[in-house]
């Protein structure tokens, strides 16, 4: 099973991220401690030039790493008829301890991810580099997790053995267990659609009111969080159950298979994009008064604020196109 293709990819490019973001960070460590744009040291001016090549090595890794879990989720999917019981990439991930932890790490790491990318973009509008050492610094927070992360994918793939019986989804997703995942799943439908369509529009509003004012960075991008979670929440409670049109079936991985026209990778980039234009919007605030920042970085965050809401938006507007256009009642 090692020799998969797709699990020699992922522990290949795990390998590469793993190695570049702990080169990257040994200078981090450096820069941090050292960096002083006032000085004209030949230390300073080696430093200069070493972020431009740290700055295309982390943009090529992080955009790897975004990447890594949807290839991740492929490749669970993909590995579901090897293992009896299992029906999708749920079934497999449940094949050992590992399966799931990798997954919420990779999501956690895709977000910060996210957001390195944005202060990084936000950064290269300046020419005094005043982001160097935010970014820096959330590169040492992430090194450490994308690290645990590629120990949970190795664990998961190494430990996988064929001749397991794991569960399905139903019986993981469904509203009966006593899992985390089912309880969401149990949520009562008509609250759950108030509290996901009152959530989107709460969030679509402070995003409007941003970027007509540009005011309440941070409101927004706790919103924008928020939103996700409960977005995430209303998918297993009820959007899941209009798209496949049983009224017990919640699982939040068959939608990425073909029979459901592959809707869920769409789904979950609007999901995890909306979170990650709204974190932007406020990991971007307390920069606003830098003045060579001054005027790039509120219309970036205008920007991003609108791309948040559009995700959340586009989210919403599947669900309720599911909802509506079908013959389907639970």
């Known amino acids: 099973m090692i020799l998969n293709p ?8 795990s390998a590469l991220i793993s190695g570049m973001l702990v080169f990257s960070s040994s200078w981090a460590v450096v820069l ?3 960096w002083d744009l006032r000085s004209g040291s030949e230390l300073q001016l080696s ?21 890594s879990l949807f290839l991740f989720l492929v490749t669970a999917d993909r590995l579901c008829p090897l293992f009896a019981g299992a029906m999708c990439a749920a079934g497999t ?36 580099y005043p ?9 040492l927070v992430l090194t450490p997790l994308v690290l645990v992360e590629a120990f949970l994918q190795a664990g998961f793939f190494l430990n996988l ?49 941003h970027v007509r004012t540009g005011a ?7 919103s924008s969080l928020g939103t996700f979670v409960v977005s995430v929440a209303a998918l297993l409670s009820f959007v899941s159950i209009y798209i496949y049109e049983l009224p017990t079936h919640h699982c939040p991985f068959c939608i990425l298979q073909s029979g459901y026209h592959s809707i869920g990778y769409p789904i979950y980039l609007a999901l995890l994009g909306g979170a990650v234009f709204g974190l932007g919007v406020g990991i971007l605030a307390p920069f606003r008064k830098v003045p060579s920042l001054a005027v790039s970085l509120p219309a970036l965050q205008r920007r991003l604020a609108l791309l948040s809401c559009f995700c959340y938006a586009a989210f919403a507007a599947v669900a309720a196109w599911k909802m509506v256009f079908t013959d389907f009642r639970p």
């Open 6 to 13: 797709a699990i020699l990819a992922l522990f290949v490019s």
């Open 32 to 34: 941090l401690r050292t």
């Open 47 to 67: 430093l200069e030039r070493r972020t431009y090549l740290l700055s295309t090595i982390l943009n090529c890794v992080f955009a790897f790493q975004l990447l």
């Open 93 to 128: 991930l449940n094949a050992n301890g590992f399966g799931y932890p990798t997954v919420l790490l990779k999501i956690v790491n895709f977000l910060l991810a996210g957001a390195w990318l944005v202060l990084h973009h936000a950064d290269t509008w300046a020419y005094d």
């Open 131 to 139: 982001l160097l050492k935010a970014k820096y610094a959330l590169l």
């Open 161 to 209: 053995q064929p001749d397991l019986i794991t569960s399905c989804c139903g019986s993981l997703f469904g509203d009966t267990g006593k899992t985390l995942a089912s309880n969401l799943a149990s949520f009562p439908i008509g609250p759950m659609r108030l509290v996901f369509f009152g959530s989107v529009a709460v969030t679509l509003g402070l995003g409007a009111w």
């Open 216 to 222: 309440g960075s941070y409101l927004f991008a706790a």
